[in-house]
């Protein structure tokens, strides 16, 4: 027994052995090759669209991230498509619509080089000359591009589906798609779409539409005048445009209430400023083209918050000697999207500064011996240069100028009195403007030197 006991201790042991040994050996095994990990860049944010005349400008951020929230994002370039239709997909999108614009997205630099630019030096690597910059736009940067709307790109896309199997001819060839609209009206979508470095597309931006029938007709007849605190245009409605019911003047009307709330103006009107020297036929930004692979520039932003229905706007940062060109575009408003006629003819002013200041008040004379003190009510003119007095003998004296120059201050002392003569006097402001703006003469007042 006792021999017997440790030999088969032995044995269990070495079982034991051998199973955790063929368990090691299963677990060495190399099993199926797993799938390489693709990095998609996000989806493009702040997509918008805005068409002014045949013009329709785009506007995203470019996109800083990939789909797992890592950064950078694995991006080469953010393509961006138009299709005149309703797409059955973005795949649709791409495969039969128009190549608007693709802007090619610089990779970001190495962590080193992003040191050295916040001035983070590591002195335990050796300095390297910064690589020079690829060409393109960083991530996270808003840029922007333009399409020039022609005929053929406001029909409707013309789909080729090819069948499979057994399916009849008819099936086969061109299907023309129904036309996206709002209210009734045809538009045009578009979508932006990142692109990694192995060709492979993230997930498309929401769609945003434009309405693809002919825009209203420009206003006419931009006219600009100005006064002292404002520059004031006018224009002329387009023909067909709608407007107000108006009545004489010299009609009496009984006071009533409309029982129909009365439509709103179908058309309005933005107002926008132009470089100087901007031809009318130079005043929208885009030209016709292919597709660019650089972006052309922003809409233009008009001076108007809200499209106005009134055919006149002020503006109120006027500056005398500097010129200001202003062009405007009728509006046409579908639903929550608008679209805009071309640019005005281009109507330009240069203010000048004609407006004297307001007369001086409450002139006042105090006679002493040898010396009448004058004494005045300031004038609130920002461009105010000054006072002048005037002064003439009594009675029917004509008042010639005291003082060379225009004075500061709001009072003056007379020393050139004589005693016993009788004296009249007034003060003028002067301003700033070459030539200078003289105002009226303040109230005469006489006094009697001592």
Same mark, same amino acid.
């Given at each position: 027994?006792?021999?017997?006991?440790?030999?088969?201790?032995?044995?269990?042991?070495?079982?034991?052995?051998?199973?955790?040994?063929?368990?090691?050996?299963?677990?060495?095994?190399?099993?199926?090759?797993?799938?390489?990990?693709?990095?998609?860049?996000?989806?493009?944010?702040?997509?918008?669209?805005?068409?002014?005349?045949?013009?329709?400008?785009?506007?995203?951020?470019?996109?800083?991230?990939?789909?797992?929230?890592?950064?950078?994002?694995?991006?080469?370039?953010?393509?961006?498509?138009?299709?005149?239709?309703?797409?059955?997909?973005?795949?649709?999108?791409?495969?039969?619509?128009?190549?608007?614009?693709?802007?090619?997205?610089?990779?970001?630099?190495?962590?080193?080089?992003?040191?050295?630019?916040?001035?983070?030096?590591?002195?335990?690597?050796?300095?390297?000359?910064?690589?020079?910059?690829?060409?393109?736009?960083?991530?996270?940067?808003?840029?922007?591009?333009?399409?020039?709307?022609?005929?053929?790109?406001?029909?409707?896309?013309?789909?080729?589906?090819?069948?499979?199997?057994?399916?009849?001819?008819?099936?086969?060839?061109?299907?023309?798609?129904?036309?996206?609209?709002?209210?009734?009206?045809?538009?045009?979508?578009?979508?932006?779409?990142?692109?990694?470095?192995?060709?492979?597309?993230?997930?498309?931006?929401?769609?945003?539409?434009?309405?693809?029938?002919?825009?209203?007709?420009?206003?006419?007849?931009?006219?600009?005048?100005?006064?002292?605190?404002?520059?004031?245009?006018?224009?002329?409605?387009?023909?067909?445009?709608?407007?107000?019911?108006?009545?004489?003047?010299?009609?009496?009307?009984?006071?009533?209430?409309?029982?129909?709330?009365?439509?709103?103006?179908?058309?309005?009107?933005?107002?926008?400023?132009?470089?100087?020297?901007?031809?009318?036929?130079?005043?929208?930004?885009? @030209?016709?083209?292919?597709?660019?692979?650089?972006? =052309? !520039? %922003? #809409? +233009?932003?008009?001076?108007? *918050? /809200?499209?106005?229905?009134?055919?006149?706007?002020?503006?109120?940062?006027?500056?005398?000697?500097?010129?200001?060109?202003?062009?405007?575009?009728?509006?046409?408003?579908?639903?929550?999207?608008?679209?805009?006629?071309?640019?005005?003819?281009?109507?330009?002013?240069?203010?000048?500064?004609?407006?004297?200041?307001?007369?001086?008040?409450?002139?006042?004379?105090?006679?002493?011996?040898?010396?009448?003190?004058?004494?005045?009510?300031?004038?609130?003119? @920002?461009?105010?240069?000054?006072?002048?007095?005037? =002064? !003439? %003998? #009594? +009675?029917?004296?004509?008042? *010639? /100028?005291?003082?060379?120059?225009?004075?500061?201050?709001?009072?003056?002392?007379?020393?050139?009195?004589?005693?016993?003569?009788?004296?009249?006097?007034?003060?003028?402001?002067?301003?700033?403007?070459?030539?200078?703006?003289?105002?009226?003469?303040?109230?005469?007042?006489?006094?009697?030197?001592?």
């Amino acid at each position: 027994m006792r021999s017997w006991l440790p030999w088969r201790a032995r044995a269990c042991g070495l079982l034991v052995l051998g199973l955790v040994a063929g368990t090691a050996a299963g677990c060495g095994k190399k099993g199926p090759p797993l799938a390489p990990l693709l990095r998609l860049p996000a989806p493009v944010d702040q997509f918008s669209a805005r068409r002014l005349g045949s013009t329709v400008y785009l506007q995203f951020a470019i996109p800083a991230k990939s789909q797992d929230n890592s950064v950078p994002a694995d991006l080469a370039r953010v393509d961006v498509y138009g299709y005149t239709g309703t797409p059955a997909s973005d795949d649709d999108m791409v495969k039969y619509g128009t190549l608007v614009a693709s802007v090619p997205v610089r990779r970001p630099p190495p962590p080193e080089e992003e040191d050295r630019a916040r001035g983070k030096e590591q002195p335990s690597k050796p300095k390297s000359k910064p690589a020079e910059p690829e060409p393109g736009f960083d991530q996270g940067a808003t840029v922007a591009a333009t399409e020039t709307l022609t005929r053929a790109l406001m029909q409707p896309a013309v789909v080729t589906r090819r069948s499979r199997g057994k399916v009849p001819a008819r099936a086969e060839g061109p299907i023309t798609l129904p036309v996206a609209t709002v209210e009734d009206v045809p538009t045009r979508v578009y979508v932006a779409v990142g692109v990694n470095h192995k060709g492979r597309r993230g997930t498309f931006s929401p769609h945003v539409v434009v309405p693809v029938v002919d825009p209203p007709a420009p206003p006419t007849g931009l006219t600009p005048t100005y006064t002292e605190t404002q520059i004031t245009l006018v224009w002329t409605p387009p023909p067909g445009a709608p407007v107000a019911a108006q009545h004489a003047a010299d009609v009496a009307y009984l006071p009533a209430r409309p029982i129909v709330p009365l439509a709103a103006p179908a058309w309005f009107y933005d107002v926008f400023e132009v470089p100087a020297g901007t031809p009318a036929s130079d005043s929208s930004a885009a @030209r016709p083209g292919g597709p660019p692979t650089i972006p =052309r !520039g %922003e #809409a +233009p932003v008009p001076l108007t *918050q /809200q499209p106005l229905t009134a055919t006149t706007f002020n503006d109120t940062r006027i500056e005398f000697g500097a010129e200001r060109c202003y062009t405007v575009r009728t509006v046409n408003v579908f639903d929550k999207i608008q679209l805009e006629s071309e640019p005005s003819a281009v109507a330009c002013i240069t203010p000048r500064d004609t407006f004297p200041p307001v007369s001086p008040k409450g002139l006042i004379a105090v006679a002493s011996a040898g010396v009448i003190s004058l004494n005045w009510e300031p004038n609130s003119e @920002r461009d105010l240069a000054g006072y002048l007095v005037l =002064r !003439g %003998e #009594a +009675p029917g004296a004509k008042l *010639q /100028q005291l003082t060379p120059e225009p004075i500061h201050e709001i009072t003056y002392e007379d020393k050139t009195v004589k005693p016993g003569a009788r004296y009249v006097y007034a003060v003028v402001a002067v301003d700033k403007a070459m030539p200078p703006n003289i105002s009226a003469q303040s109230n005469r007042i006489e006094q009697t030197g001592r």
